[in-house]
Structures are given as structure tokens and as C-alpha cells.
């Protein structure tokens, strides 16, 4: 029988502005850019070094009083229909948690644990 395998686990760090963070990573830390939803200006981007990939998310100045101090965590997978199905078994899903393809390249679904952790997991297309 197949049954989901989690693979790697990629945290994403809210920020308030990306290409700043990137130059940070990028020339003080050595990381390198493993990808970004925007050439110029990047609100989504993700940074590789080693064997390690941190995603970096754009939050508005205003959700840094409240909202970010939740982590919010992509976890790749296989068999992510499976997985789904799984989950959605056991309730743990908000009425509108859906598994989808994104326009990067993934299929994915994501919701908040119980204390309201961001969790996403996916299978890259």
C-alpha cells in the first residue's frame, strides 16, 4: 500500500521588505536565490544553502504588530492526494482548505495547527 512520505521541511520567515532580506542572505550570509515570484520586486522568494531552503514572505508593516509572530512552515511531500485525503479525515482543515496547483509549480494545501501555526504541504508538479 502507498502511503505519504514527508520529505524536507522549508520555514518561511515573514519580512517586511524581500529584495533587502535577499541582499542580507545572499552577500552577508551566502546563501543563494533558489527562486522568486517576481524578478524585480519579490514578494515571495526563497533562499538555498547547503542542504537547507528558507522561503521569505512579504508582510505588510501593519501585520507586524499582530500577525507574525506565527510560523508558517512548507513541508514537501509524495503522495499528496493521499496525505489530503488523510488529513481531511480527521477534521483538522477549515471549510475552505483545498488542495490545488499553484502557478509555481506545485500542488499544495495548507491550514493552521491548533495553535495556529501555518502549515503547507506539497508536491512539487
Do not use: C
Not at 500500500?1 to 542580507?24: A, R
Not at 499582530?66 to 477534521?91: A, S
Request: avoid cysteine; hydrophobic fraction near 40%; glycine fraction near 4%.
Amino acid at each position: 500500500m502507498t502511503k505519504p512520505i514527508l520529505h524536507q521541511i522549508h520555514p518561511v520567515l515573514p519580512v517586511q521588505n524581500v529584495v533587502e532580506t535577499l541582499s542580507f542572505y545572499v552577500n552577508i550570509l551566502g546563501f543563494s536565490i533558489a527562486f522568486a515570484d517576481d524578478s524585480k520586486q519579490p514578494h515571495y522568494a526563497g533562499i538555498r544553502k547547503d542542504h537547507i531552503e528558507i522561503h521569505l514572505q512579504q508582510h505588510d508593516v501593519k501585520e507586524w504588530e499582530h500577525t507574525v509572530h506565527q510560523p508558517m512552515l512548507r513541508i514537501v511531500t509524495e503522495n499528496i492526494e493521499l496525505l489530503y485525503e488523510e488529513l481531511k479525515q480527521k477534521n483538522v482543515f477549515h471549510e475552505n482548505t483545498k488542495l490545488r496547483e499553484t502557478v509555481w509549480g506545485t500542488r499544495e494545501f495548507a491550514f493552521f495547527d491548533n495553535n495556529q501555526n501555518g502549515l503547507t504541504f506539497y508536491q512539487n508538479l
